[in-house]
């Protein structure tokens, strides 16, 4: 599942192969887009003959609301079939189709000229996440999702509930966690009301 961001997605992979994916992006459709997407995914596939091993949803950071949306959708489904989440870092599922050697930022727009940014080399993070104003001149290679209002020297790479599947099936042995209270979003900073 994909909805730290304005894309609202799911992926179904079965055997490790991805079987189907169903992604839009626009914002503030979680709500009510992502349950229906679900349920169409798995009604379409029959389900109901297959035991699935785990859902992995994007983690965050990302917005507040559509992390809170994926991971109760995703701790509903994990209670109801006993199964394990597993978490998979927004940033880190981002970098993950690309294949520049040395440094670059990913970076995911929050709001007004905050970004969630990350340092990566050569495929690995290279810095803990930051919540900050975004600063061109910080930032000489820059790889991102919705950063058209503030930067206009980009890499355009939007997170995908593919790549989320992906890196929940190499790292399921890692990453799976079937004590649901112990999986919560990353939301990087504090939501303020």
């Known amino acids: 599942i994909e909805s730290a961001s304005t894309v609202c997605g799911v992926a179904l ?66 209670v109801s079939m006993k199964i394990p989440i597993i978490s998979v870092p927004t940033l880190y599922a981002m970098n993950f189709s690309i294949q520049y050697e040395g440094i670059y930022w990913l970076m995911l727009h929050s709001h007004k000229d905050q970004v969630y940014t990350q340092r990566f080399k050569t495929g690995v993070p290279d810095s803990k996440i930051k919540f900050e104003k975004f600063q061109a001149d910080k930032h000489p290679l820059i790889y991102g999702f919705n950063l058209d209002r503030i930067c206009d020297k980009y890499i355009s790479i939007s997170p995908s509930s593919s790549s989320v599947g992906n890196l929940a099936i190499k790292n399921y042995v890692y990453w799976a966690n079937h004590d649901l209270n112990r999986v919560s979003p990353n939301y990087i900073n504090n939501f303020n009301i």
């Open 13 to 78: 992979f079965i055997d490790g192969q991805l079987k189907e994916l169903n992604e839009i992006t626009k914002p503030k459709i979680h709500g009510e887009r992502l349950p229906v997407i679900v349920e169409n995914l798995l009604s379409s596939q029959s389900m109901n003959k297959i035991r699935l091993n785990g859902i992995a949803i994007s983690s965050g950071p990302g917005s507040y609301t559509g992390l809170r949306i994926g991971m109760n959708l995703a701790k509903g489904l994990a």
